[in-house]
């Protein structure tokens, strides 16, 4: 059985359209491991946030958002992956990032590592201080210094880590 859960937004008490309770949060799966992060768990991590400019699609730029949220490091820490000393072949270790729709990103973990890539990613949260909308939420991997939005990945469920 599927169990349904609305999320109140911030704003004068509008409502976010429900989603299942799966939709709402991320999947780590790693080579021996998976973990199942909800809104709660990610929220309950060190937060980082980026000024980015909204989605274009064709048409005008509006104004920037702030978008926060963990860093990808963290949330991959959580789920028991080091990013720290890559050495030899965990260098060859490969994110596969997939959002609900089948969209599909990859990123190498030395280009996430603090010692190696430095490659600032947001799992974000909110926008402005408000939940994401349906949208590009519940979650949203955001990429602040890709000169495209191509790697950002809205409805984001899952990441995949493959080692060598």
Same mark, same amino acid.
């Given at each position: 059985?599927?169990?349904? @859960?609305?999320?109140a937004?911030?704003?004068a008490? !509008?409502t ?6 799966? #939709?709402?949060?991320l999947?780590?799966?790693?080579? !021996?491991?998976?973990?199942? &992060?909800?809104?709660?768990a990610?929220a ?5 946030s980026?000024?980015? #400019? ?9 104004a920037?958002? @702030?978008?926060a949220?963990?860093?990808l490091?963290v949330?991959?820490? $959580? ?6 000393? &890559? $050495?030899?072949?965990a &260098?060859a !270790?490969t994110? *596969?990032?997939?959002? @609900?729709?089948?969209?599909?990103? #990859?990123?190498s973990l030395?280009?996430?590592a603090?010692? *190696?890539g430095?490659?600032?990613v947001?799992?974000?949260?909110t926008?402005?201080? $408000?939940?994401l ?5 519940p979650?949203? &991997?955001?990429?602040?210094?890709d000169?495209r939005?191509a ?10 880590? $493959? !080692?060598?």
């Amino acid at each position: 059985m599927i169990t349904w @859960r609305t999320i109140a937004s911030v704003a004068a008490g !509008t409502t976010i359209a429900a989603a299942p309770i799966a #939709a709402q949060s991320l999947r780590v799966v790693t080579p !021996t491991d998976s973990v199942t &992060l909800d809104r709660a768990a990610l929220a309950a991590l060190p937060q980082d946030s980026a000024t980015i #400019a909204p989605h274009r699609h064709g048409g005008a730029a509006g104004a920037p958002v @702030r978008i926060a949220g963990p860093s990808l490091g963290v949330v991959l820490a $959580r789920a028991g992956v080091r990013t720290d000393s &890559l $050495r030899g072949p965990a &260098l060859a !270790t490969t994110l *596969l990032v997939t959002a @609900r729709d089948g969209y599909r990103v #990859a990123f190498s973990l030395g280009e996430i590592a603090a010692e *190696l890539g430095r490659t600032r990613v947001l799992v974000a949260l909110t926008a402005d201080g $408000r939940p994401l909308g349906d949208a590009d939420g519940p979650l949203r &991997l955001v990429v602040p210094g890709d000169g495209r939005q191509a790697r950002w990945v809205r409805q984001l469920e899952r990441i995949v880590v $493959r !080692t060598p």
